[in-house]
């Protein structure tokens, strides 16, 4: 509320025709003018305003809807622009063993919980700072022996007795609320309710989306563990096929321990794969919220995974409402905001009112009904700069909150980017892998039939044997990618949950939106300068 200045003339005019109001009449102008203050209040800070949705049209320089290609035999993905991708987007996998153990992690897991009980906390905290706003009454009673001294009733003071009183009622006090602080306040925990409840829906979406990536990386080690397997089970061949070669004199010595250091060369990439799987399946453990001892992950198989086909993506410039993270960074600037609202209001006077009716009485004696009624002003005069040193600080916070928001959205779109450059790089890479297994598979197989023959030594078929078996597991990890790139995008998508947003008293992901208007740095208001 801003306080304008009048030239003297002015000024001197408004105080005749104050003078000629007479009194009766301005008292109940004042009157009036109180009762408007307490009713409507001059809510001083900024207000929000949403800002300008981001202006990009696509989040990566190719605009083609086809993502790479991995060959004839591998599924072609596609994106579906401005579509949305459904909350429980795991289903898209069609894996009803992934589908069952992501709703135990979402319904299991303990960081839910403590995301669950962190809103409930701020939404009381709501109700703690709207009770601000309402008269505020309290009861008491006393009761004692007392003898007055000089400084109440002087000189005379020892001729009044000693006396036992007693005093019981109520007391009401209530602040006007004149320029909105409290207000403010009421804004500030409604925005840091609106904080946790996208924490909560960060939280679901973070659990979900580990679950998935656990299960696939299994899923990866296992068919990894199957091609190791095949390949010791080669070098078992290889080495069978050199001592039958040693004992017809075609092969040295030399061959059949080169053979059976390939095989023990093999068979040692077997533990440390069993190793990561281990951990794998003790992190999937405690994501559904049990031990590893009690619980044991499913044995997800690649083969049963489908990659989809159709690719849901958001607009950019719904990508800011789809985000729990940019919902969160909103919602933290709309407190921010509402902090300055805070530090503003503290700069002006306070209005109160109190009043209180009690029953006292002697305890031998008399007694009666007593009452008062008092209104008072309040305002700051010198702080030594501290009101307004506050108050830049919480300007500063806010500014602070504002870049926040805006480096939130182009993480948001450098994510989103760098999935759909992985899913088109990942497809070339399948492509190339599986090219690569074929054209080892052949050689091997050449390699052998030549070694059979005496036209190739031990070490020629250990050697393409080498390359085939990298190859193959190349193409595992590539296709593994390509499953971890389509997750990923839906990730930084939000994961589907830009209509299940989690508002304060509500519970995870069946709420509307909950994130709150954002201010653009210049269309804020920061009220009065002083």
Request: hydrophobic residues 40%; glycine residues 10%; proline residues 5%.
């Amino acid at each position: 509320m801003n306080t304008a200045s009048f030239p003297r003339s002015e000024r001197s005019m408004n105080r005749k025709v104050r003078s000629s109001i007479p009194r009766p009449t301005l008292a109940r102008v004042i009157a009036g003018f109180l009762v408007t203050l307490s009713l409507g209040g001059c809510v001083v800070g900024p207000n929000f305003t949403e800002p300008d949705r981001p202006h990009e049209q696509r989040y990566v320089p190719e605009n083609s809807a086809v993502i790479g290609s991995a060959g004839s035999s591998e599924v072609e993905q596609h994106v579906s622009m401005g579509d949305k991708l459904p909350s429980n987007w795991w289903t898209s996998l069609h894996s009803p063993e992934l589908n069952h153990t992501v709703e135990m992690a979402l319904a299991k897991n303990w960081s839910i919980d403590i995301a669950q009980a962190n809103l409930a906390k701020a939404s009381e905290g709501i109700a703690v700072a709207r009770g601000g706003l309402l008269p505020q009454v309290d009861g008491g009673a006393s009761g004692g022996r007392q003898s007055y001294g000089a400084s109440f009733l002087g000189p005379e003071a020892f001729t009044f007795p000693t006396f036992s009183a007693y005093s019981g009622g109520i007391t009401l006090s209530y602040d006007l609320d004149v320029f909105g602080g409290q207000k403010r306040r009421v804004e500030y925990a409604a925005a840091d309710a609106q904080v946790q409840g996208e924490v909560l829906n960060a939280v679901h979406l973070s659990v979900a989306g580990e679950t998935v990536l656990i299960a696939l990386q299994i899923a990866s080690i296992r068919a990894q563990m199957q091609v190791v397997d095949g390949v010791v089970a080669s070098d078992e061949q290889n080495l069978a096929l050199v001592k039958a070669a040693h004992d017809t004199g075609v092969a040295t010595l030399m061959d059949v321990t080169t053979a059976q250091s390939q095989l023990d060369s093999d068979r040692a990439l077997r533990p440390p794969l069993r190793q990561q799987l281990n951990v794998g399946q003790d992190a999937l453990a405690t994501l559904v919220g049990k031990s590893p001892g009690e619980w044991n992950a499913p044995n997800f198989d690649l083969d049963n995974f489908t990659l989809p086909q159709d690719i849901p993506l958001a607009v950019p410039s719904d990508l800011v409402r789809a985000r729990p993270d940019i919902r969160a960074a909103e919602a933290q600037l709309h407190a921010a905001s509402a902090e300055v609202g805070i530090a503003t209001a503290d700069m002006y006077p306070h209005i109160s009112l109190s009043g209180g009716i009690a029953e006292q009485g002697l305890f031998s004696g008399p007694s009666g009904a007593a009452w008062n009624f008092v209104g008072g002003i309040a305002g700051p005069i010198f702080h030594g700069g501290s009101l307004s040193a506050h108050r830049r600080a919480a300007q500063d916070a806010y500014r602070a909150s504002f870049a926040q928001y805006q480096q939130t959205v182009l993480t948001s779109f450098r994510q989103v980017a760098d999935n759909l450059h992985g899913l088109s790089n990942s497809a070339d890479e399948v492509k190339s892998q599986q090219q690569a297994l074929d054209s080892a598979s052949a050689a091997l197989r050449l390699t052998r039939q030549g070694y059979s023959v005496g036209n190739a030594g031990v070490v020629q078929v250990l050697d393409v044997q080498r390359l085939q078996q990298l190859a193959e597991l190349r193409l595992v990890q590539a296709r593994t990618t390509r499953f971890v790139d389509t997750v990923g995008l839906y990730l930084a998508t939000g994961g589907g949950l830009a209509d299940s947003a989690v508002t304060a008293g509500q519970g995870r992901a069946n709420g509307q939106d909950a994130s709150a208007p954002v201010a653009s740095e210049q269309a804020v208001d920061y009220g009065p300068s002083r």
